[in-house]
């Protein structure tokens, strides 16, 4: 599976992005996504995941203000950010391993490029 992601920039807290990654390669219905971040010199990290049969899951600092969704169709998984803040800043990576969610990064099969977004307060 090659995932491509996009949809990051600079935003004010507060406001809104929305992040793609589309996936070519295998069936894409297969795999669960998920999407995590890396801020400078720290660990990457799991922000939220969703499941071949569109289960989701998420990391406590975001329910409420993300929503991961996908689209079988276009082979792509969307991760909608509102009420943005600073400490959302990091690189935003997505992620395929077969079936169900995990939060563990080292249990993914395939990775995407990573998109930077940045929230200024």
């Known amino acids: 599976v090659q995932l491509q992601a996009c949809g990051g920039g600079l935003v004010q807290a507060g406001g809104s992005l929305r992040l793609s990654c589309a996936a070519s390669g295998r069936t894409f219905s297969n795999y669960a996504m998920g999407w995590f971040r890396q801020a400078p010199g720290k660990e990457r990290k799991f922000v939220a995941g969703?499941?071949?049969?569109?289960?989701?899951t998420y990391v406590d600092s975001v329910k409420g203000r993300f929503t991961i969704s996908r689209d079988n169709a276009k082979n792509t998984v969307y991760l909608q950010m509102s009420s943005l803040k600073p400490e959302d800043t990091a690189v935003y990576y997505c992620?395929?391993?077969?079936?169900?969610?995990?939060?563990?990064?080292?249990?993914?099969?395939?990775w995407g490029q990573g998109t930077q977004v940045t929230v200024s307060s």
């Open positions: 992620a395929a391993r077969t079936l169900w969610v995990s939060t563990d990064p080292l249990t993914y099969e395939y």
């Open positions: 969703i499941d071949w049969s569109g289960g989701s």
